[in-house]
């Protein structure tokens, strides 16, 4: 995601770094860098002066004179006019008082609005809603089939009929109130290019089922076409918002940095895979830290909590901190990070990952070869994988379709990782018997100040519930452990 301009703002940056204290033709020619780079994006010419604009007053004013370390002060401007340029705020969604509250779905054809129609009603579903999706859509062929299919895999209803799609939309906005939905989807017709049919069909459903939100579903990978599509229908429909498809695949970013400037709606969900799960609320801080190579810590964390059982995670974290990490567990382990969606977009929300790992194409199906090697393990080879010699691992190899070289390399990195595990588990213990010693003489924390419960706000965002992913990411000692002088020679290769 954004893949080039991620790498062209880290070799600016780099730059920056490297000089110490800034003269005013050092952000200069920054920012003349970062104006081709975003170019380069595709960003609509008049986002890119605009943002540019902004950085300079912001970077050559006290503001970064008087900092301590100017380089990483301007990095500090560049990710917060990143954030306003992809529209500062998480568009909330709010219910209608008087359900169902209506969504009407538009775009041009192949956009993807029958499939995010099925994404965004399991969405809803997650955030306990009950929704009800509609076949408006009867100028495709076998649109509603499609739509169909799609409600029967999240167990949402679908309604339609073969007549008028104005007609339709009325009679499932009746529907959704007679049996108690309190969410209504429309899924409506596109066209190959904007015409005034088009815009004249959607005009009438709108005005039939009074949306509370309109979205517009546009590709990512369309860059300024993408741009120009939401213009065009915002003048007639009068959008809330923007659904992004394919956004993944975008290596670019033009459509997403430019969109909110030039239409002035927000871009309110991101569809990142094939995956009907593969849909999430668009935020613009994570994004601007994922195209700044600072990762994206908070959408990781969401994704392990809806991956790990809360009790799993609990016993997991355990097993680290005392030291025992075994096949079994990394077999476990690794049946929930395949829940979590693609390696390769969980590496891009990694902080501090080298962009050389990032940039690889990391193939999924690799991973089932490791667990069929593991698979095909007895449990007491797994717990000791130490007993893995010669007629083993051949006896291995052969029940998993492998070679025994791979047997053998696998076991070989798995013993790297235990002895790495069982130093961040010793460090974890000792860090842990001094937060027992330290708590005995503090007292209990007050409630709403790190107690049990809810999770309490800490700098305007929620922490983790306990049991939670973010508890498997923030284990005891793990601070020590990154600045451990053992782990920091092992990381060498990785700078």
């Known amino acids: 995601m954004f893949d080039s301009l991620s790498d062209r703002f880290e070799g600016i940056?780099?730059?920056?770094?490297?000089?110490?204290?800034?003269?005013?033709?050092?952000?200069?020619?920054?920012?003349?860098?970062?104006?081709?780079?975003?170019?380069?994006?595709?960003?609509?010419?008049?986002?890119?002066?605009?943002?540019?604009?902004?950085?300079?007053?912001?970077?050559?004013?006290?503001?970064?004179?008087?900092?301590?370390?100017?380089?990483?002060?301007?990095?500090k401007i560049v990710h917060e006019e990143l954030i306003s340029t992809l529209g500062g705020e998480t568009m909330q969604i709010t219910y209608a008082s008087k359900p169902p509250t209506v969504i009407l779905m538009a775009g041009l054809q192949g956009a993807g609005k029958t499939t995010n129609s099925g994404k965004l009603a399991l969405w809803f579903k997650s955030q306990g809603r009950n929704p009800l999706l509609v076949g408006a859509d009867l100028q495709r062929p076998a649109a509603v089939e499609q739509?169909?299919?799609?409600?029967?895999?999240?167990?949402?209803?679908?309604?339609?009929?073969?007549?008028?799609?104005?007609?339709?939309?009325?009679?499932?906005?009746?529907?959704?109130?007679?049996?108690?939905?309190?969410?209504?989807?429309?899924?409506?017709?596109?066209r190959l290019s904007i015409d005034e049919e088009l815009m004249a069909e959607v005009g009438e459903i709108s005005a039939t089922v009074s949306p509370d939100y309109t979205f517009l579903v546009i590709d990512a990978m369309t860059g300024q076409d993408a741009v120009n599509t939401a213009e065009a229908f915002h003048r007639t429909l009068e959008l809330d918002g923007v659904i992004l498809t394919k956004l993944d695949g975008d290596a670019r970013g033009g459509a997403a940095l430019s969109v909110k400037e030039v239409v002035g709606r927000p871009i309110a969900f991101a569809s990142t895979g094939e995956k009907l799960e593969d849909f999430e609320q668009f935020h613009p801080d994570r994004l601007a830290g994922r195209i700044l190579g600072m990762g994206d810590m908070l959408t990781l964390i969401e994704k392990a909590e809806q991956a790990y059982d809360d009790d799993e995670a609990e016993v997991a974290a355990a097993r680290i901190l005392e030291g025992e990490f075994t096949l079994e567990d990394f077999l476990h382990q690794m049946q929930q990070l395949k829940k979590m969606g693609p390696l390769n977009n969980l590496l891009g929300m990694m902080p501090g990952i080298p962009k050389e790992i990032k940039n690889q194409e990391i193939d999924d199906r690799q991973i089932a070869r490791v667990e069929a090697i593991i698979r095909s393990m007895t449990l007491e080879e797994r717990l000791k994988p130490e007993l893995i010699e010669g007629s083993r691992r051949s006896r291995i190899a052969d029940g998993s379709g492998t070679k025994p070289n791979e047997v053998a390399q696998l076991v070989t990195q798995f013993k790297q990782m235990q002895k790495l595990m069982k130093r961040m588990g010793g460090m974890g213990t000792k860090s842990v018997k001094r937060a027992k010693k330290g708590s005995s003489k503090k007292g209990r924390a007050k409630k709403g100040q790190g107690g049990k419960g809810k999770g309490s706000r800490v700098g305007g965002r929620t922490t983790a519930k306990k049991g939670s992913g973010k508890q498997l990411l923030s284990l005891p000692g793990l601070k020590e452990f990154e600045q451990n002088e053992q782990v920091a020679e092992l990381m060498k290769d990785f700078q």
């Not at 605009?50 to 990095?75: C, K």
């Not at 009929?161 to 596109?190: F, H, M, N, W």
């Open 13 to 75: 940056f780099k730059g920056l770094r490297g000089k110490g204290k800034l003269k005013e033709s050092d952000v200069d020619e920054a920012l003349r860098e970062i104006r081709l780079a975003l170019l380069e994006a595709d960003v609509n010419f008049e986002v890119v002066k605009g943002f540019r604009d902004r950085v300079r007053v912001r970077a050559v004013g006290s503001e970064v004179h008087d900092a301590l370390n100017p380089a990483q002060q301007i990095i």
């Open 147 to 190: 739509l169909r299919t799609l409600g029967a895999q999240i167990d949402v209803p679908v309604f339609s009929e073969p007549s008028d799609p104005v007609d339709v939309a009325a009679k499932a906005l009746q529907q959704a109130k007679d049996t108690g939905r309190d969410v209504l989807i429309v899924d409506t017709a596109g």
